[in-house]
Structure formats: structure tokens, C-alpha cells
């Protein structure tokens, strides 16, 4: 009943008192809304925006933040894993990643072109995104798992003994990405590698990273000597001036004696750092054969150290051709031939080397080079791979597609967990079920006797249902798990039913409605010889099915919201409630992925009470004096 | 018909609380033999000066949460009560009641992320958003958040001298917060007047009448006008207030949910009588203090037994996921401590003994509480408007 009567509302005064009340009501509502709207835009990010604040996430607007985005997860959330593969500017992580203002149509097409000329091989390059990070993975890792599952024919025990990595299930599946570069990297032969490669080769040129010999160098040389960020030290060092490590290119023969500090880096790197699969030499098979002869003596001794080697003379071996992967058998062997001849004939491969030959050959010179493609390089030698155009061409024809993929992909994992391949879902439904029949027969049971005989104790009854919730749950924890175990009703749904059934508020509610029932029903169904059950049912229950809506309501919520009780008594994986599975879920998962998982668990809440609002306004009992 | 209800009573909330209260008198091993010691435990804690901080804190805690919390939903009621639509009135519902469908302890993992110290923080990027406010700007906000403080107290001394016919509990009550209001209102400027402690004095090589007397007051006065100086707060992980951030949450989530008990409430109270007072000329605050409230005493009284009740045992979930009893112990709770012993410390023992004293507490206060519930009448709105239709025929 409005205090303000209808005739004060249509004064001016009044009228100027429910707009205030109105506008109070409005910021006290955006206080309630905006946290939720907050939660929802935080579903949609990721590690990299995790800590923005506004309410529509920057990358559904921004093309530049989509594309850093599309950088994060091609290259599996991990900072160092982009800086190894890709120049990154002044970026420290994902976020301040350099983006290349324009995509150069023309450049991106000359790769592509040089792509489909010179197959790459294999070592030359990864594939972006097969990384499982925590439960949200990218879309490659999604497909590649899915081949992997049809290469091994579903058998993940096939599977784990061939890559000798114990698999629980298959959503843990990841064996890295290859590490070419690295010096002892030995390939592995198997399916699951062969659909690496397969898929690499399939799909679009941007998910792949080809090797770069300039940001490893950088990354395993130069930034452990003179950190990542500051050239002021390089330069130092250097006695030259660059203004940020992007400008820096790798020679792909030692530096001339004139620069000598980098000459030393160079060495170490081609010697230490980097897998003899990408240096070479110009020396003949004939200066190798004749090393091996030396080395060896024999061709049986040679044979013999070489495990799986079989070669009838020293004249059949010959020097790996330059796109070629040095095995690790005869690895050792080729690093000390390298060691031992001239450094000023050693020199590197790789892809960026071969494009640049490539350019080279094309366009004869840089100023042609310049016209043509529309850059402006200062030698051919200073082409970098265009892999940031590449990446940005993508990302800009696939806009719509990326930003719904990533805004969805918290979404997805969530709903992959809990409820379309977990148990969780159904154990929680099932929880509801037993909690709903139980609270919905002892409660009205005990109500009703209550109620009809209204015994002389009645309020020492209900003081007794009451009294027990004074004290603090921890008190009775451990005794309820000893005897909960004594009944085998550890980790079963029904155990966790049983408390959730009586509730002294919910009796105060059905004691007060039934005491409202006329009571000439009851008279004239004893006169009828009506059973005491019969009355029960009949007439109590049957007309009082608004209250037992609310007492439903009340117990759902109640149920759904439980936490500790779950937790402590049925702690098993396969009977794992929602909110168990939540808490499970946040100890290892992003904080987006939390807010999805979230928005997700509280839909049901949220539905039920939009459309019960009245069922919950009409079982409210409100205290009068008698 | 009660036996399946007494006994899932008994089973469940009683064989418990029976076979759970010997512990209280044993040093209790997981997996050893459990040894009696009659009543150590007991002596144990109460000579233990943490014990005594706990219950402090479990004090202070009930009364920020019973202070903050227990006036917000009846103004939401009343207020909600007001609007003018039903539309309208059925959205606001729908909004304030949205905290609800976040259950509780998530609702907690939300609040972190809002409560995050660093600069990034969602409610530290709000409050430092006044800094970028040029100096007049600054200084209009200034002078609106003063004049919104002043009125508030200006109200609360209004409504004493106004609602004379109150009883004289409320009335006392209503001084005292307004007392409390202008204490707080007063006390930045005898601080100032004052000046620093002789120590602070000293450490920072101070001259002492130029920061206290009348010059202090000018130069405390200096931050009534021009730019705000705002810095990244602690929130949660600052000892001063981290129950109070402990509570808020609450006070937030709790309006909504907590308001409707009161809206259905103000349905049961009479339109004649809200007519004949506005008919006499009763003010808006007259007719609340007069009808309004008096009809939904009784409903009152006993939400805030229930309410402090809940607050002494209850936000031990919260604390725990909020703050674990941190910084320092400063939101270390009776409910807290008695987790820390059973389960971090594995004093099962003594945390249960702590358990029985604090359920002897609440004991007594749901007591009173059941008291009076057992001599009123509970009515759904229906139910009340069925007697009122009844009653006209």
C-alpha cells in the first residue's frame, strides 16, 4: 500500500517525489547491474584482457585488439612462444604486441606465392594453437584432437604408449609443439605428429609460424645478455645504434671482423644455440667423407657407432642438402665436421634466408623490390618474413567469425564440462529431485500434525527444529561424515537430500497456511470415515499447492546454492555437483573462464525467479501480533 | 505423522550434535586414539587472548553487518512501494533480486575481482577516476558530496525533533545515530585542530604549531576545493577495512532478496487509515514513522533477531573465501577461528569446544527470538487479504 495516495500523486509535489524515488531506484539498480554486466563481458576475454574493465570486451570493437587476440591464442597464450616466432615490437605480452598498421596486400600475396613455389619443409616451421592451456583451448587444437582421435581410432591407450605420455582422458592431450630449433631436439615419429603435419599443411597460411632464426637468436643470445626491452645496453655493446630490437636482422654468414662483439654471438649461437639443422657450409661431400675417414678409420667402425646406419663405402655419404633434418644420428657427427672447418664458410638456412633469396631473384633489385611490393627496405638482405601481414589479412576477412569464436569460447568449455560430458548437470538435477521429494513429504507431514492437533508443546516442537541451527556447521561436520560413513551414504545423492529436507523457516510457513484451512473440511471428512492419510492428502496438500510451490522454490534455491555440504560428503568425481564442479573448475581455470562458468550456473536460478516472482511474493508469512 | 520429520531431525541435526560433544572434552587425533581431558579445551580458550580478539571481531562483525544491512531492504521496500507502476515496480524487483541468482560463495569470487588492490582494480579505476577532474570540477563535486553528507545529518536531526510522538526507545535510537552522525561529521576538524601525534611530530621533522591550531584547520580546510588526490586503496587486503569489505558484499547482494519479506508486509497495511492521516495533513515522514512502521514492528523485531543471529554464526563461508581471516587476523571471526583450529590447526578438539560456546550464545538470542514469533500469527499476503475480505462481510 503506497503511503503517497493517488490524490498527493497527481500534485506537483508528488509528482516530484516519484521521480526521486524513481532516480534513487535507478542508481541503486545500475550498483546491481553493472557488476553482472561486468561478469558478462569478463566471460568473453581471455588471459590477455583479463584485467580490463569495460563493459563491452575492446576487441569486439577493435580490429587491432582482435588481432592480438588471434596472436594469443595462435601462439597457446604464451608471450615467449609469440617472441621466439615473431617480432613483437616494444611488447612486453599480448596486450602492447605490434600490430602492423595496414596489412600490405601485395607483400602477403608474394609469400604466398613463394609458399606455394618452395614447400617449405616440415622442421622449417610449427603450427599455432595445439597447446592445451588450462580447459580453454583454440579451434586448431579442437580439430587437431578430433584427427588424432580418428588417427588412433579412439583407442587412447594406443595413443599414450606411443608418445609415452600417460593420458588420463583425451581433453589432456598435448605433446607441445615441436621444437625445431632447439639443439638436441630429436623428432618423434608418430601419428600424432603426422597429423601435425598434415594439418599444418592444411590449413591457412596465418595459423603457421615458420621458423625465425633472427627473434631465436634474439631470444636465446641477445635478450639474456642485455634484457628484452632496453637497446641501450645492445647498442653499448655494439658501439652501433638501433632504436628497438625490431631493426635487428640476422646475417646469415658470420659478421665481418670489424664488428666483433657480434661476431661472438654469432658464433655461440651457430655452435650452442640453435639445431645444426639449420647451419651449413659450403665445404664438399669430399672434405666430409674425408673428415668421417679420419675420424672413423674404418666404414664398419662408422656403421657401428651409428646406430641404424648401414653404408657400404665413406664415398656414398654425402653432406645434407639444405632443407634437409639432420637426424640424431648422424647429428654429432656433422656439428664437430662444422666445428672443425673454416667459420667464414659456415653459414645459415632457413626461411627467412630462403626468401629472401627468392626476393632477390625476382626483383634484382631493392628498388624494384620497393615499387612493386610497396615497402621501403633498405637492402634485400633487411626483408623480414611478412608473417604480421599474413596474420592480419586474415584476421581482417574472418572478423565476424573471430570475434564469435572468441567470445564464445569460455562459453563452450563450460558448457562441454558440466554439461554435455560431465556429470555434473545430472547429479545436480538429481540432487533437486531427492531434495524436492523429500522436503515436499517430511515437511508437510510434520506441518500437518502440527497444525491439526496443535499438541500443547507445540512451540517447544518447533523451538527443537530451530535450536540445532544455532550452532556452527562445523560443530557437527565430523561426527555427520562418521555416521554418514557408517551408512554407506558417503558420496551418494540421497545423502545429500537428507539435510537439505527440513528447514524451520519452510514449517513456520506450511504450519501458518495450514492453521488458515477452513476447518469444517476436516469435520465433515471425519464424519465421512475419512483416513487420517486421506485427509492429509485430499484436503491438506491439495489446496495448498501455492504454499508447496514456495517450499519447492525455496528448496531449489537452497540445493543449487549448497556448497560445503557437497563438497565434504560427496567428494567423488563422478558424483560432483554443480557447485563442486565450479569450485573445481576455478582452482585451475583463467578468471574468464570462472565468470562464464558462473553466468552459466546461474541461468536456472535466474530463469525460475523471473517467472515465480509472484509464487515467492505469495509464500512470504508475515508476523502479526495474535 | 511427525515421526518421519523428528526422526530425520534427530538423525541428522541432533546424533550429531550428540555424538560430536564429547569431542569437545578430548584432544581429538584423526587417525590416533582420541584421549579424554575433561575440560582443557575449555580453559584452554578462554585464558587465550585470541579467543577474546575472535569474539571481539565476531562482535564488531554482527554489528557492521546488522548496522549496514538491516536498514537497507525496509527503505528498498518502502521506496519500492512508492513507484508509481506496476511494470516499473515488478523491473526494480527483478534487478534488486538479481544478486540472489549468483549463490552465495561465487558471489564472493566476484567481489575479489572488483575488490583487487592494484591499480587495474575494478572499484580502485573508479574511485581514482575523480583525479582526472579539472580543479573546478572538482571542486562542484566536492561541494554536492558536502552538501549530500550535511543533509543527510540535517535529516536524522529533523526526524528527532519532528517525530515527537515516537516511543521513547525509538526516539533514543534516532539521537543517537544522529549524534553519531555529527561526531563524525565533527571529529575530522578537532583532528585537525589538534595536528598529529608528538611522535609523527617528530619522525617527520615538523614544526607543531603549523600543523595544528588554527593552521591545521586551514590546511585541512584546503581539501574542501580544487583537485581530488585519490590512491589505489587495499580494499579487502587493508586491515582497517577489510571486515567492513567483507561486509558489503552482503549489504549488496542481501537488499533485494531481503526487501521482499517487507513489501508484503506494507501490503497488510490498511489504505483507510494512510487516507484519514493524509486527509489531516500527516507529512510523507509522518505517515511512514506513524502507520507504516508501527503496523510491521513485530516483523521488524523478529527479522532482526534473525538477522543477528545469522550474523554471529553465519559469513564464516564468506571470510574464508574472501579473506581467510586476513590481513593479520583482522577478519578472523569466532565462526573463522574455530575453522582455523578444527581443520587448519587440526584441533578438532578445542575447535568444537569453541563451537558449544558460541551455539550457548546464539541459544539464548534464538530463544527471545522464538518467544516472540510464538506469540504472533503468520499470514501470507493472501491469507491476509482473505481475513480483511472476511472481516468486511
Redesign the interface.
Known amino acids: 500500500m503506497p503511503v503517497l495516495t493517488k490524490i498527493e500523486a497527481k500534485s506537483p509535489k508528488g509528482k516530484l517525489f516519484h521521480l526521486a524515488i524513481i532516480v534513487a531506484l535507478f542508481v541503486g539498480s545500475v550498483t546491481m547491474i553493472y557488476p553482472f554486466l561486468l561478469m558478462f563481458s569478463s566471460a568473453m576475454r581471455s588471459k590477455m584482457d583479463e584485467k580490463d574493465m569495460s563493459i563491452v570486451p575492446v576487441f569486439l570493437k577493435d580490429d587491432d585488439e582482435l588481432n592480438r587476440k588471434f596472436l594469443e591464442t595462435k601462439y597457446d597464450f604464451n608471450f615467449v612462444t609469440a617472441r621466439n616466432y615473431r617480432r613483437v615490437g616494444k611488447g612486453i605480452d599480448f596486450k602492447n604486441i605490434a600490430i602492423p598498421a595496414k596489412a600490405n596486400k601485395s607483400l602477403a600475396a608474394e609469400w604466398t606465392k613463394f609458399i606455394k613455389k618452395n614447400k617449405l619443409p616440415n622442421h622449417w616451421q610449427v603450427l599455432g594453437g595445439t597447446l592445451h592451456y588450462g580447459p580453454v583451448v583454440s579451434q586448431v587444437y579442437d580439430i587437431y584432437l578430433k584427427r588424432v582421435k580418428k588417427a588412433y581410432n579412439n583407442d587412447l591407450k594406443s595413443l599414450c604408449e606411443e608418445l609415452g605420455i600417460p593420458f588420463a582422458v583425451w581433453d589432456e592431450f598435448d605433446w607441445g609443439i615441436p621444437l625445431w630449433t632447439s639443439t638436441r631436439y630429436s623428432v618423434m615419429k608418430s601419428k600424432a605428429m603426422d597429423e601435425y603435419i598434415k594439418l599444418m599443411n592444411e590449413l591457412p597460411l596465418a595459423y603457421r609460424s615458420p621458423i625465425n632464426l633472427t627473434t631465436t637468436f634474439l631470444t636465446n643470445v641477445i635478450f639474456i645478455k642485455y634484457g628484452n626491452t632496453n637497446v641501450t645496453k645492445y647498442n653499448l655493446a655494439h658501439k652501433i645504434k638501433i632504436k628497438n630490437y625490431d631493426e635487428f636482422q640476422l646475417p646469415q654468414k658470420i659478421p665481418p671482423k670489424t664488428q666483433p662483439c657480434l661476431r661472438e654471438e654469432w658464433k655461440d649461437f651457430v655452435f650452442n644455440s640453435i639445431n645444426v639443422s639449420f647451419v651449413r657450409s659450403d665445404a664438399s661431400d669430399e672434405e666430409y667423407q674425408s673428415y668421417l675417414k679420419k675420424t672413423y678409420k674404418s666404414i664398419d667402425k662408422l656403421n657401428h657407432y651409428r646406430i641404424g646406419f648401414e653404408v657400404k663405402d665413406f664415398t656414398d655419404i654425402s653432406l645434407p642438402k639444405d632443407d634437409e633434418w639432420i637426424t640424431s644420428t648422424i647429428r654429432f657427427d656433422y656439428e664437430n665436421f662444422l666445428k672443425q672447418i673454416d667459420i667464414e664458410r659456415i653459414y645459415l638456412v632457413g626461411p627467412e634466408f630462403m626468401w629472401q633469396k627468392y626476393l632477390a631473384r625476382k626483383y634484382k633489385s631493392v628498388k624494384q623490390l620497393n615499387s612493386a611490393l610497396n615497402t621501403n627496405y633498405m637492402a634485400i638482405k633487411d626483408c623480414t618474413m611478412p608473417i604480421s601481414h599474413i596474420e592480419k589479412l586474415y584476421v581482417d576477412s574472418h572478423k565476424s567469425e573471430l570475434r564469435k569464436r572468441y567470445a564464445l569460447r569460455n562459453f563452450k568449455v563450460v558448457w562441454k564440462g558440466a554439461v554435455s560430458q560431465g556429470p555434473a548437470v545430472k547429479n545436480t538435477l538429481l540432487y533437486v529431485f531427492y531434495a524436492l521429494l523429500f522436503a515436499l513429504t517430511v515437511q508437510p507431514l510434520a506441518a500437518y500434525a502440527l497444525s491439526r492437533y496443535q499438541p500443547r508443546g507445540m512451540w517447544k516442537i518447533l523451538f527443537i527444529f530451530v535450536a540445532t541451527m544455532a550452532f556452527p556447521p562445523m560443530v557437527t561436520t565430523i561426527p555427520m561424515f562418521l555416521i554418514y560413513k557408517k551408512l554407506h551414504l558417503i558420496n551418494t545423492i540421497v545423502g545429500l537430500a537428507l539435510p537439505v529436507c527440513i528447514n524451520g523457516y519452510l514449517l513456520f510457513l506450511l504450519i501458518g497456511f495450514f492453521d488458515s484451512l477452513p476447518k469444517h473440511f476436516y469435520e465433515a471428512a471425519t464424519i465421512d470415515g475419512a483416513s487420517e492419510f486421506r485427509m492429509f492428502w485430499q484436503i491438506t496438500m491439495m489446496m495448498s499447492k501455492p504454499i508447496l510451490a514456495v517450499v519447492a522454490l525455496q528448496t531449489f534455491i537452497g540445493v543449487w546454492a549448497s556448497f560445503m555440504m557437497p563438497l565434504i560428503f560427496a567428494p567423488a568425481e563422478e558424483k560432483q555437483v554443480l557447485a563442486v564442479w565450479v569450485h573445481q573448475f576455478q582452482l585451475d581455470a583463467p578468471t574468464s573462464a570462472v565468470f562464464a562458468c558462473i553466468l552459466i550456473a546461474s541461468i536456472p536460478t535466474m530463469v525460475i525467479f523471473m517467472f515465480a516472482q509472484r509464487t515467492i511474493m505469495r509464500g512470504i508469512a508475515v508476523p502479526s501480533e495474535k | ?2 515421526l ?3 526422526f ?2 534427530f ?7 550428540i ?2 560433544a564429547p ?1 569437545a572434552f578430548m584432544r581429538y587425533e584423526f587417525v590416533a586414539d582420541s584421549t579424554f581431558v575433561g575440560v582443557q579445551n575449555f580453559s584452554s580458550i578462554l585464558y587465550d587472548t585470541r579467543f577474546w580478539d575472535s569474539i571481539w571481531k565476531t562482535f564488531y562483525y554482527a554489528i557492521l553487518v546488522v548496522g549496514l544491512g538491516f536498514w537497507p531492504p525496509i527503505l ?1 521496500a ?7 507502476t506496476n511494470t ?1 515496480k ?1 523491473i ?15 558471489m564472493v ?2 567481489w575479489k ?2 575488490y ?1 588492490p592494484s591499480e ?1 582494480g ?1 572499484l580502485n ?1 573508479i574511485i581514482m577516476s575523480v583525479n582526472t577532474f579539472g580543479p573546478v570540477a572538482a571542486t562542484v563535486v566536492k561541494l554536492i558530496l558536502i552538501t549530500f553528507w550535511l543533509s543527510l545529518v540535517g535529516f536524522v536531526i529533523y526526524c528527532f525533533f519532528k517525530l515527537k510522538e515516537l516511543s521513547i526507545p525509538v526516539r533514543g535510537a534516532i539521537l543517537a545515530f544522529a549524534c553519531a552522525l555529527i561526531v563524525v561529521t565533527v571529529s575530522p576538524f578537532i583532528d585537525a585542530w589538534i595536528g598529529p601525534s608528538d611522535l609523527i611530530i617528530e619522525a617527520r621533522n615538523l614544526v607543531k604549531s603549523e600543523v595544528s591550531g588554527w593552521s591545521g584547520l586551514l590546511a585541512f580546510l584546503t581539501n574542501f576545493y580544487g583537485t581530488f588526490d585519490v590512491k589505489a586503496f587495499g580494499w579487502v587486503s587493508d586491515a582497517s577495512f577489510a571486515m567492513f569489505g567483507c561486509v558489503l558484499p552482503m549489504v ?1 547482494a542481501g ?2 532478496p531481503g526487501c ?2 517487507y ?9 483507510d487509515l ?2 484519514a492521516a ?1 486527509i489531516d495533513g500527516a507529512s ?1 515522514i509522518q ?2 514513522s506513524y ?2 512502521l508501527p503496523r ?1 514492528k ?2 521488524i523485531l ?1 527479522q532482526l533477531m534473525g538477522a543477528i ?1 545469522g550474523a554471529l ?1 553465519g559469513g ?2 564468506f571470510i574464508i573465501a574472501m579473506t581467510n581471516g586476513g590481513p593479520n587476523g583482522a577478519t578472523r571471526t ?2 573463522m577461528d ?2 582455523e583450529r ?2 587448519t590447526e587440526l584441533e ?1 578438539g578445542v ?2 569446544a569453541m ?2 560456546i ?2 550457548g550464545i ?2 539464548v ?3 527471545y527470538q ?1 518467544i516472540r ?12 487479504e ?1 481475513e480483511k475480505n472476511d472481516n468486511k462481510q
Do not use: H
Open positions: 505423522m511427525m518421519p520429520g523428528l530425520l531431525l538423525f541428522i541435526n541432533y546424533l550429531p550434535l555424538l560430536g569431542i528498498l518502502i521506496m519500492l512501494d512508492e513507484v508509481p516499473l515488478y526494480y524487483r527483478t534487478i534488486f533480486y538479481l544478486p540472489t541468482i549468483v549463490s552465495g560463495i561465487i569470487f566476484l575481482q572488483l583487487n587495474d575494478f579505476q549488496w537488499a533485494g521482499i519479506i513489501l508484503a508486509a506494507l501490503k497488510t497495511v490498511p489504505e494512510v487516507e493524509t510523507f505517515k511512514i502507520i507504516t510491521v513485530l516483523l523478529i543471529v554464526r564464516t563461508n569466532l565462526g574455530i575453522f578444527a581443520f578438532y575447535g568444537s563451537g558449544w558460541l551455539g546464539m541459544i538470542i534464538s530463544c522464538m514469533m510464538s506469540q504472533s500469527k503468520f499470514r501470507t499476503a493472501d491469507q491476509a482473505r
